[in-house]
């Protein structure tokens, strides 16, 4: 029953082709001493090429007393270590520009506290492509979660030497989730369709469990933040079907310094043996 305090100083440049922030905070910690954190971003572009990242690390001396430390958005924080890097490309052709690009994402981080902790390495990929056509847009995407590459368990889990690989072969569930958004542009409004399927391969293998949606939206020019869609997600698992249906309306309206915003939205699920 006691206050925490936590600070973060922020350093931002800018220059031509090249932006970094740099990012240091300290926070107090009901467990132990003061425990310190820092965050790197930067983005470089060249020509058609952009390269983008970031890294974060945290100070480990935490799980040695048994927990970890409040972050200034008031949870636990469980990373001790990230690292991600996008390099892309924008084609610019005569009617269409195309962008393109692939993310890796390096995430070691401590699922549970105390004596039960493990440590765990994970390794996440992106890659989306978008193409832009007078009033049509396409936007590709494929996802993949969960790829361990080592996990240690023990009260010491997380001074384990980081990148050394475990034998997961046989315990692996990965994710993976493919979509498809295509977007229509017109003078007052726009009309976007979204179709995307999602599993983990042991579900899918195991239990034939995966998941697939459709959504359609609709959105105002002059009024962004007003929109209508409706979207069908339907759930296999085995030989039966879960079909969920979602209907919502979003209006905006700003009457001089004041924005008014209403939501409604539906929900039905049924279940189809």
Known sequence: MDKQWSTCIELMASVPLFQTKLSFGAVSNPFSTIRFFTTFEYFFHYGIFNLSGGIFF????????????????????????????????????????INSGITALYDYSLNEEGYNQKATQTLSLAAGT???????YIYFLYRMNNLVLGEFSGPQAHSQKPFTFSDFDNQQDLYHSFSITFTRYFKDFNLSIRAKESFSEKKLIEKNEHNQAITVSSGIKNCPLSNASFSVNLDYKNSSVTPKFTLGITLCQIIKKLKITGK??????????
């Open 264 to 273: 409604i939205q539906v929900c039905s699920t049924l279940l189809v043996e």
């Open 130 to 136: 978008s193409v832009l056509f007078e009033d049509n």
């Open 58 to 97: 945290a100070d480990t001396a935490f799980i040695n007393q048994g927990s970890s430390f409040y972050t200034m958005s008031g949870n636990l924080e469980k990373n001790i270590y990230q690292f991600k890097i996008t390099p892309a490309f924008t084609v610019f052709c005569k009617n269409a520009t």
